[in-house]
């Protein structure tokens, strides 16, 4: 007799995915190829990560000059340097949250195939 125990569904874990950069780039490809997921899902993904992204890379000196000249109490203010690993961990935590915008069963079929190939049978 033959027992089939069912395969528990998995979510991505933070710190799987924090410390696998290439394969969290990899599940966040896969999830944004999936036709079966809706445009506006993908876009509530990557838009955010995207501005996100933006911030992180523009010069300081040039979003502090804009913002001083935008509101010149708070401009200045905003030039003060952010230790650049806080800033990526932080774009990674808000990938990490927005994994949630994706179908479950989609999101679980991607991550077993690329994170647990072994498993998946």
Same mark, same amino acid.
């Given at each position: ?26 599940? *966040?490809? &896969?999830? +944004? ?6 445009? $506006?899902?993908?876009?509530?993904f990557? %838009?955010p990560? @995207? =501005? ?7 010069p300081?000196?040039?979003i ?17 340097? *952010?230790? &650049?690993? +806080? ?6 935590? $808000? ?5 949630? %915008?994706?179908? @479950? =069963? ?16």
């Open positions: 007799m033959r027992q089939t125990v069912a395969r528990q569904r998995e979510r991505p874990g933070v710190f799987e995915m924090l410390t696998h950069f290439g394969r969290t780039l990899r599940l *966040a490809g &896969a999830l +944004l190829r999936d036709g079966r997921v809706s445009f $506006l899902r993908k876009l509530v990557i %838009v990560l @995207l =501005a996100v992204l933006v911030a992180l890379l523009a300081e000196t040039a502090a000059g804009v913002m001083s000249a935008i509101l010149p109490v708070v401009g200045p203010a905003v030039d003060i340097p *952010a230790d &650049a690993a +806080l800033d990526w961990i932080s774009l990674g935590l $808000l990938g990490f949250g927005l994994m949630r %915008v994706f179908p @479950l =069963a989609i999101l679980d079929e991607h991550y077993q195939r690329i994170f647990h190939q072994a498993r998946v049978r």
